[in-house]
């Protein structure tokens, strides 16, 4: 069985929450004890109908105020693939949300009113999604049993849409037409609107190809800790384990180690179940190689001809989530990129993105709490990158608050600053 | 299709990568285990994720006392195979010390005593990581805890703010008496568990299979009559063929009926049950509706 991780962004009137209640309810992920807490709980409410946002919505000061203060994780499965849900809200800390739910998502949904169209937190959400190069885009044009069903309705909706995700990068772009209360093209297909030929919703997570969304190009094996046993049976023995973050890797490959500029070959790919013939990504191995070469953490094993970017100069994009202070010129953080940790400052705020417009402010000179800008960073030592759009394992990095030790920001790699 | 991963190899890919990730970073990590299901599927992953080594640090049991024999029967003989280091915080001894006072009275449990034991077992032996078997789709308020959750110097959990956790990227960094509580399951269901059990051919506790137990009802469970319990008067203990499908404390773990003595008709079992299994046989979840965010912010796992 495959597995999907998807993001859903909107906002409670949009029908998110409805719409991930059709979704478990029908495939019946719904457990009868959560369906009668959600019951109780909304007639203690006063709610005329069984609120199915309570299903997700579980912390105390969220029932008492009847919003959605986290991403909250959900997991459904049906016999072809097994989904995680990263549910996302839409209002108070909305940006930091979504780039967290996102950053591991192979889709997104963003659901759209049929009767409002495009708005700006639609722009906002399909932005962010293409920021974060979410491969997978679905427009969900939900409350399609508000505009009677109309074909009409959901084209000029679509053309809608196109003519602004023209500006954006989406790889994979599709529209279906729903309405999540009813059950329209959610998990069946709908007989309100036999105009539409295309999947239901859940034919679609099934079926969109993931596959070749990973890179199997670029080999980068990111050293994560070193096995030393020290024991008798394996007195020698050293091994380097760590996780696949690109390309394959095999027995008998040349391999070179960075920063030292070391080559070996690779001896074997060892687990406690047998030898490898092959690792790729997202696999977690011990690599052995044929030379006794210091290597630790931190260090990447690449092939000879198809190495990273290397270097102390970072240009990136940077989500900026930090409450109590703004990222400006010469903040110091700490950043950890792949199994590297290190020190960074910042050179410059090249400008500030306006994620409703996309317009660039580039005399902004810092980022606030829940914006996004282009940055320049100088780390204390090199990192081995890929440009994100490339590689979202090697692409991307935090950054951390040196005093209070937070996450405050992520980081998408452009490339090297200039 | 060459490339492609089953969901059980890319969760377990996940659970590995977060196990070295805390063992490369902390100074003195340990791994909760109580002897259930969830907890010897940790065991099992930390296993494979630092062979041909033993594990890099040492497995504590916070124990109420409460126990199946089983249980603890397979947990010292699992715990000896691996050649790992076993730590016990106990329960009793916080009564018996004079920490904390016995709950009385046939419902009397020892559920909320295990935060003191599990918080002095972190102090005692200065622990700054702890892994812990909870999975996501157990509970409202863990759907919402963080792979690694931040716990300030009383162990407290605080949902409003947590630290965003982003790609793989995980941020262990805390200061001197702070901990981690690092959770590599989160994201299998229980159902993932089962099949990962059939898959690996991990040993179990017979008290997972079907079989014959004195046992009587309680608030629509069904408990297994032992020593830690006193019937109340209108309890009447009877046979039944039961399995546990979690196993904790025995005064407050209940059974359910079933015939499924083996995985394949556990897993049956599973998909086609309509009840969580906190629901089905958990009394500590069912006090109120935030029972289990309370206690998390209380220090509990």
């Excluded at chain 1, 994979?172 to 297909?189: E, K, M, Q």
Aim: hydrophobic fraction near 40%; proline fraction near 3%.
């Amino acid at each position: 069985m495959e597995m999907l991780r998807f993001a859903t962004a909107g906002s409670v009137d949009d029908g998110k929450s409805t719409l991930i209640g059709r979704l478990l309810y029908d495939t019946k992920t719904i457990f009868e004890d959560q369906m009668e807490a959600v019951e109780r709980a909304s007639i203690q409410m006063g709610a005329e109908h069984t609120n199915l946002a309570l299903l997700t919505d579980g912390l105390r000061a969220e029932r008492e105020q009847g919003i959605t203060i986290d991403v909250a994780y959900r997991y459904f499965a049906t016999p072809k693939r097994k989904f995680i849900i990263a549910d996302t809200p839409g209002h108070t800390q909305y940006t930091r949300n979504m780039v967290t739910g996102a950053s591991t998502a192979d889709l997104a949904i963003v659901l759209l009113d049929a009767r409002k169209g495009v708005l700006e937190q639609s722009r906002r959400h399909s932005f962010l999604a293409s920021l974060l190069r979410i491969p997978h885009l679905v427009l969900a044009v939900n409350k399609m049993d508000l505009v009677d069903y109309s074909e009409e309705r959901f084209e000029e909706v679509k053309n809608e849409y196109r003519d602004f995700a023209a500006k954006l990068d989406i790889a994979d772009l599709t529209f279906i037409p729903v309405s999540a209360l009813h059950g329209d093209n959610v998990v069946d297909r709908s007989t309100n609107m036999t105009w539409y030929q295309g999947p239901s919703l859940l034919h679609h997570l099934e079926e969109v190809h993931i596959a070749s969304d990973r890179n199997l190009i670029d080999t980068r094996f990111p050293v994560q800790y070193v096995i030393r046993p020290q024991s008798d049976e394996y007195h020698d023995y050293r091994g380097y384990a760590g996780t696949m973050a690109g390309g394959v890797l095999r027995p008998g490959d040349d391999v070179i180690v960075l920063p030292s500029g070391f080559q070996s070959t690779v001896k074997s790919i060892e687990t406690i179940t047998g030898n490898l013939d092959e690792a790729f990504a997202p696999m977690a191995v011990t690599v052995r190689l044929n030379d006794e070469i210091d290597i630790s953490r931190g260090d990447m094993i690449v092939r000879p001809n198809n190495v990273p970017e290397n270097s102390q100069d970072i240009d990136a994009m940077v989500s900026w989530m930090n409450e109590k202070a703004s990222l400006s010129p010469n903040s110091r953080l700490i950043i950890k990129h792949t199994t590297r940790v290190t020190k960074a400052i910042v050179k410059d705020v090249v400008y500030m993105l306006d994620i409703n417009t996309l317009h660039r402010n580039e005399s902004a000179g810092e980022l606030k709490l829940n914006e996004i800008g282009r940055v320049k960073l100088r780390t204390q030592q090199p990192l081995f990158f890929d440009e994100y759009r490339r590689n979202r394992e090697t692409g991307s990095f935090i950054l951390i608050d040196e005093v209070t030790n937070v996450t405050v920001g992520a980081g998408m790699i452009l490339g090297e600053a200039a | 299709m060459a490339y492609d991963l089953t969901h059980l190899r890319q969760l377990e890919a996940e659970s590995i990568h977060i196990f070295r990730e805390v063992a490369a970073e902390f100074e003195n990590p340990c791994l909760l285990f109580s002897g259930g299901k969830d907890s010897i599927v940790m065991l099992r992953l930390a296993e494979k994720a630092f062979w041909p080594a033993k594990l890099p640090f040492p497995v504590m049991h916070v124990d109420t006392g409460h126990n199946f024999p089983e249980v603890i029967e397979f947990r010292d003989r699992r715990v000896e195979e691996m050649g790992c280091r076993l730590v016990v915080a106990s329960v009793q001894d916080a009564i018996d010390s004079g920490k904390v006072v016995e709950e009385t009275g046939p419902r009397a449990s020892r559920n909320r005593l295990q935060t003191t034991a599990l918080l002095d077992g972190i102090a005692e032996h200065r622990f700054d990581a702890l892994f812990g078997g909870a999975r996501r789709d157990e509970e409202k308020a863990r759907a919402k805890e963080r792979v690694y959750s931040f716990r300030d110097e009383f162990g407290a959990w605080d949902p409003k703010n947590q630290r965003p956790e982003l790609w793989s990227l995980y941020n262990g960094r805390i200061k001197q008496g702070e901990h981690i509580r690092v959770f590599p399951i989160s994201n299998y269901t229980e159902l993932d568990i089962w099949m990962y059990i059939k898959e690996e051919g991990i040993e179990i506790p017979n008290v997972y299979f079907s079989h014959q137990r004195e046992v009587f009802e309680r608030d629509g469970m069904l408990l297994s009559t032992c020593e830690f319990i006193t019937l109340m008067d209108d309890e009447e203990p009877f046979m039944k063929t039961v399995r546990y499908r979690t196993v904790g404390d025995m005064s407050c773990t209940g059974a359910v009926e079933s015939t499924a003595d083996t995985l394949d008709k556990i897993i049956d079992e599973v998909a086609a049950t309509r009840i969580t299994e906190r629901g089905a046989t958990r009394a500590d979840d069912r006090v109120s509706e935030a029972a289990m965010e309370d206690r998390k912010k209380e220090g509990y796992f």
